[in-house]
């Protein structure tokens, strides 16, 4: 698991229950719900894939850097998208942070700018999750483990988001 912070590459990030990773750009903002954002490096590489074919048109920023999908976090061996509508417990060595997701992390057109023309559909359904961090805590590069996966109840996900 490795935390991302804008363009930066840090090693740990500080989490904070309901405002999000600080530092990053949307830290205590008014969206709580959507304060951290993890995506799978598998999709990515699925991505990569995808839109490279088998190297007929070789793309120059191959191969493709998760960080630029603008994730939070990017995890490797988690299934990230099997993680919506849960609450669940991410621990990345410092102690356990439970966290809510609520929304996927949908794909914008910006992605075939970083990626590859393309990539925007077909990252859809494949992009990620928001969720809302509900405890304080430390996340860093290396092994994490993802447990309490429970679903979120229906009157939950019927509320406003917003």
């Known amino acids: 698991m490795a935390p991302y912070e804008g363009?930066?590459?840090?090693?740990?990030?500080?989490?904070?229950?309901?405002?999000?990773?600080?530092?990053?750009?949307?830290?205590?903002?008014?969206?709580?719900?959507?304060?951290?954002t993890l995506i799978a490096a598998e999709q990515i590489?699925?991505?990569?894939?995808?839109?490279?074919?088998d190297g007929l048109f070789p793309l120059p920023n191959s191969p493709f850097d998760p960080a630029l999908a603008r994730r939070n976090i990017v995890t490797s061996g988690i299934d990230?998208?099997?993680?919506?509508?849960?609450?669940?417990?991410?621990?990345?060595?410092?102690?356990?942070?439970?966290?809510r997701s609520l929304t996927a992390a949908n794909p914008c057109g910006w992605m075939n700018d970083v990626f590859?023309?393309?990539?925007?559909?077909?990252?859809?359904?494949?992009?990620?999750?928001?969720c809302e961090p509900l405890d304080d805590g430390e996340i860093s590069v290396g092994p994490?483990?993802?447990?309490?996966?429970?679903?979120?109840?229906?009157?939950?996900?019927?509320?406003?988001?917003?």
Not at 9 to 28: E, K, L, M, Q, T
Not at 45 to 53: C, D, Q, S, T
Not at 149 to 158: A, F, G, N
């Open 116 to 130: 590859a023309p393309g990539a925007h559909r077909a990252l859809r359904g494949r992009a990620g999750i928001r």
């Open 144 to 162: 994490a483990t993802v447990t309490d996966v429970r679903p979120v109840p229906t009157d939950q996900l019927r509320r406003r988001i917003w």
């Open 45 to 53: 590489e699925w991505l990569e894939r995808e839109i490279a074919g």
């Open 80 to 99: 990230v998208d099997t993680l919506l509508h849960t609450t669940f417990t991410l621990d990345a060595g410092h102690g356990p942070i439970q966290f």
């Open 7 to 36: 363009d930066e590459h840090p090693s740990s990030a500080r989490v904070r229950a309901h405002r999000g990773i600080v530092g990053d750009r949307y830290f205590g903002t008014r969206f709580p719900r959507a304060a951290v």
